[in-house]
């Protein structure tokens, strides 16, 4: 974990790193990448919404890779067809290659060879 003094960046072991791409695979974890539009995400993951970012420094603000959380710590409430969040991780951008290569790696397994461009991320352009 890597810290600027207030907010954590989860820098994740190899080991964790397949962790999360399983359980992002298996749809246990929602991501920013799941949110059609970027305006919604202070209003699906609440911490963002209540000013988490405001005290950020500019490691933390540089370096966020993807921001998630597991669908099994979501509200009972939803807003527009979004599940809210009370918590979320963030994990640091040097994670994020392996990440996708994990991700792709389970998703051949499960449904075949995956679009070059498309994982269970979405557009791996667009990420972080």
Avoid: W
């Amino acid at each position: 974990m890597r810290s600027d003094g207030l907010i954590d960046l989860m820098v994740l072991n190899e080991q964790e790193i397949d962790c999360l791409a399983k359980d992002i695979v298996n749809e246990k974890v929602f991501t920013e990448e799941d949110i059609a539009d970027i305006q919604d995400l202070g209003r699906v993951f609440l911490p963002i919404n209540l000013g988490l970012f405001a005290t950020a420094g500019k490691y933390v603000l540089e370096n966020i890779g993807l921001i998630y959380e597991y669908t099994d710590r979501m509200s009972s409430r939803q807003i527009d067809g979004y599940p809210i969040f009370k918590s979320m991780n963030i994990l640091h951008k040097d994670n994020i290659p392996e990440l996708i290569e994990k991700i792709r790696h389970y998703e051949t397994m499960l449904f075949g060879p995956p679009d070059e461009k498309t994982t269970a991320l979405g557009n791996i352009n667009n990420i972080h």
